[in-house]
């Protein structure tokens, strides 16, 4: 990060930067990033530099430090702050098992593919699974995560915004700052693991005035969590059912279980129906 941001220095003097602009800031202001964003605020010296923070989702405590770094501050609020798009219809489905998810996904597109649809899983490992599985069904599907090459990720993205792929599979590498104009839908495979990790995922749907749905599949072990997803849907006015939010609310730490293979078995390459 350090040598990109010296090359910058190189080409545009960085103390005549009159706008400093930091996205998904939340994340940039986690411990790890801290060090990296205090010696860019540094170099950016200009005594009437504006600067700006953007976020879909932003906690207290990382509002508290941003304001060390800005001077009347103003905070502009699209919606109700730290909820889902109210553009989005959501809804929980259980699925009782791995094997009963893959069910649940194969009886969803085939009922209603309505692509593009964007579906997220826990890992980059679960992602290559659940590609495997629907590469050789009717779907024109794709595969993106970190341990692909650059190129081949780009090239991933491209075609499912041209409409040559119509299901892209995805870490949540692409949950945050990335646009897809016209996606109809973000299937949830695996449970997220925080609020605002699910905020962001929905958020790649009902996008600039655009209507999407969001589908969460769920199991048992997701199930002392859902009280929490429920609370995000009601806020962004979605039904929720009320048995769901009679359940006690758990703190939602890091929530990702081990989880048994995604793969359904097969004979001769092909996924059986």
């Known amino acids: 990060m350090y040598s990109g941001f010296f090359f910058t220095y190189l080409c545009f003097p960085l103390c005549r930067v009159e706008f400093l602009v930091l996205d998904e800031s939340d994340k940039l202001f986690e411990l790890g990033f801290v060090k990296q964003i205090d010696f860019v605020v540094k170099a950016c010296s200009n005594p009437s530099?504006?600067?700006?923070?953007?976020?879909?989702?932003?906690?207290?405590?990382?509002?508290?430090?941003?304001?060390?770094?800005?001077?009347?501050?103003?905070?502009?609020?699209?919606?109700?702050?730290?909820?889902?798009?109210?553009?989005?219809?959501?809804?929980?489905v259980f699925a009782g098992s791995e094997e009963g998810k893959f069910l649940a996904l194969r009886q969803s597109f085939a009922e209603s593919l309505n692509p593009p649809v964007l579906i997220f899983v826990q890992s980059k490992e679960r992602a290559q699974e659940l590609y495997r599985e629907l590469l050789f069904t009717d779907l024109k599907v794709d595969v993106v995560h970190t341990d692909l090459p650059q190129a081949q990720r780009e090239n991933a993205v491209d075609n499912f915004r041209a409409g040559i792929t119509w299901v892209l599979i995805a870490t949540d590498v692409v949950a945050r700052g990335m646009d897809f104009k016209g996606l109809n839908c973000v299937i949830n495979y695996d449970f997220p693991d925080s609020a605002s990790t699910y905020i962001h995922r929905v958020g790649r749907c009902g996008r600039a005035g655009r209507q999407g749905e969001a589908i969460t599949l769920y199991t048992e072990e997701d199930v002392p969590f859902l009280r929490n997803i429920g609370n995000v849907m009601m806020q962004s006015g979605c039904e929720v059912p009320s048995w769901i939010m009679s359940m006690r609310k758990t703190k939602w730490k890091r929530h990702t279980p081990h989880r048994d293979s995604i793969s359904v078995g097969r004979n001769d390459g092909r996924v059986e129906d």
């Open 49 to 92: 530099i504006i600067r700006s923070l953007f976020s879909a989702t932003l906690p207290d405590t990382v509002e508290d430090l941003a304001r060390t770094l800005m001077h009347d501050a103003v905070r502009i609020i699209v919606g109700r702050k730290n909820t889902a798009s109210a553009s989005v219809k959501q809804k929980l």
